[in-house]
């Protein structure tokens, strides 16, 4: 295989035109080849750089959170911005810690071969770990005191029970037992004796209260709003109204009484038949005051009559008012003066007997409504049928929920006993499996402490060589923290960027062709070990990442710049000529030397054109000599 046809610029793909002849042409200048079989192959290919296979990839690492694995052309783009925090690229083969401390040690230096596992730096955290590690295992230690403790004696289940205690306890199941015995023995004569009298009791208090009537408690409210109006008037300030009348009486009996003493004219029949009247009237009043009315009531009538009388005398022509005259407006003026001093100054035994009269009867409409109120009936039915019932226990059959209920009560004082026996004694089974897990839990939790601790000492992740320092002693670190980088440098690859066009026609294990200026343009052969499954959009030119693997790398550093073309379409032990040696005209032609040594044009069908070379499927044969013109023609 011809490898130096690889290494010429971007691939042409060939005219194929149909058609021959032979025409006799002005000799050019040029060289005389001679045609043979070879390959021809289509390269694509551009500049890439000498990596180690880790690092042919990069880590976005991102300040307070995870890593994610990027592509050796996203790092060429720069750096992204993340949610919750900045991101920065760093290489995939750098070394990060485990936990969260700051360098103390650096335990590397750059050149130095390592392997995994190696320790390559230190770090501190001021005692957090060690902290947590020592409370790991004080609650280890404590779980395994309370396991040891469950085995022989439970702490919940509390001290052992006294002497005194079990004996209460079981006195307690021998008085339920009695007790149960009772209820199945029946009930006591003494006992269905005082159910009767209950009984009876209650139907009695029913009928009494079923016998107030209404009417009743109509008239006890009257009697309470008497007395309240009685007391009311005896105690409370006299009405303005009565006042005045009482005023305006007094004032008419003196006027009368003065009128009485003045000579007077002869009165008329009419005047007399009045005064007949009016003392009749007074008459009457006096005798129903007498019947039913108060002390000044009645001196209110007498006063009434005697002035009545009175008035009558006067009417008697040119006789002198008489003694009875004077006597009755003396009356009539002294009984109007008692009439408002009673209601300006009422007298003290009037109140206490107003007051007693309104406490007498509210008493009675107190009782009458209770008596009659639908409560007190309903709990004296209520009452009337417990008797009934307590009476139908004590007499009839033996009720199941009774029996149950002793039944019950000699279970609970049993169970009662027979936990206060628990007391003092071991652990269950499962309180036991309970104190067995919790010293499972606090010794993983003593193994994770001292797993933290082995990790402040951060160890290569793989074998290679320190090739750089990314930190210093002393400084900060966490998970997102690079150390060291330990690369491989006997596995090195070629990465480089194809086009969205070229990456298309590229596959895996294809052969390519690895050239470096920086060695002299030496040449390494290689295959292509990755093609990306997706691109990045640099300045809308889209770029795929593609990984070489290189046969050999001696002398090969990570960094170096080279030139790699990859195989894309090859077809071997073809006839083929130089690209030179083709006229692309209406159809293509090569200068091809007859016998006589002359050049006559020879039309050719063509077939894969490489960088160099060309197929020539029909037109020439191998052996043929041609003409490839010089780059001036």
Known sequence: MVLS?????????????FGGGHHNTAAPAGEITLVGRGDVAVTVGGIGHVATLTGAARLTVVAGGASASTSAQTAAGGSASTAGGSAREVPADAV???????????????????????????????????????????????????????????????????????????????????????????????????????????????????????????????????????????????????????????????????????????????????????????????????????????????????????????????????AAARTAAQLAVDA?????????????????????????????????????????????????????????????????????GAQLDLRKAQADLAVLQQRGAPASAVDLQLAR????????????????????????????TVTSILTSEGASADATTP???????????????LSEFDVGRTRLGASALVTVDALGGRQFGGRVADVAASGTDNGGVVNFPVTIALRSHDGLRPGMSARARIVVRRVRAVVRVPLAAVRQAAQPTVMVRGPGGRLVAHRVVLGLTGASYVEVRRGLRAGDRILVPSSGD
Request: no cysteine.
């Open 336 to 404: 109007a003066q008692a009439k408002l001093d009673a209601l300006l100054h009422p007298p003290a035994a009037a109140v206490t007997a107003a007051r007693q009269d309104l406490a007498r009867a509210e008493a009675d409409l107190a009782a009458q409504r209770a008596a009659g109120s639908h409560s007190s009936r309903a709990a004296a039915e209520a009452a009337v049928t417990a008797a009934r019932r307590r009476l139908r226990q004590l007499t009839g059959p033996l009720q199941p929920d009774v029996v149950a």
């Open 96 to 322: 990060f810690p485990a936990v969260t401390g700051h360098v103390t040690h650096l335990l590397v230096k750059p050149g130095d071969v390592v392997v995994a596992g190696q320790p390559v730096a230190r770090l501190a955290d001021d005692g957090t770990i060690a902290t947590s590690l020592l409370q790991a295992r004080s609650d280890l230690a404590a779980a395994r005191l309370e396991l040891a403790q469950k085995r022989v004696q439970d702490p919940a289940r509390g001290v052992p029970p006294t002497a005194a205690e079990i004996a209460a306890s079981r006195q307690n199941v021998l008085a339920s037992r009695a007790k149960l015995r009772t209820v199945l023995a029946g009930p006591l004569p003494g006992d269905v004796a005082t159910a009767r009298a209950d009984l009876a009791k209650a139907r009695a208090d029913l009928a009494t209260l079923r016998s107030t009537t209404p009417s009743a408690r109509a008239t006890a409210e009257l009697a309470v709003q008497t007395a309240q109006q009685k007391l009311a008037a005896v105690t409370g300030a006299p009405e303005p109204t009565e006042l005045a009348v009482a005023k305006l009486d007094l004032a008419k009996a003196t006027l009368d009484q003065e009128t009485l003493l003045a000579p007077s004219s002869p009165a008329s029949a009419t005047a007399l038949t009045a005064a007949d009247l009016a003392v009749a009237a007074a008459q009457q009043r006096l005798a129903d005051a007498q019947a039913s009315g108060t002390a000044a009531d009645i001196a209110t009538a007498r006063a009434d009559l005697a002035r009545a009388q009175a008035e009558r005398e006067a009417l008697n022509p040119a006789r002198p008012p008489t």
């Open 437 to 464: 897990l919790k010293v499972d839990v606090a010794a993983q939790r003593v193994g994770l402490a001292q797993q933290l601790q082995g990790m402040q000492v951060v160890r290569s992740n793989a074998s290679g």
């Open 5 to 17: 046809a690889l290494l010429a610029g971007g691939a042409a793909i060939g005219v194929v035109a």
């Open 483 to 497: 150390i060291v980088r330990v690369q491989d440098l006997r596995h090195l690859v070629v990465t480089l960027d």
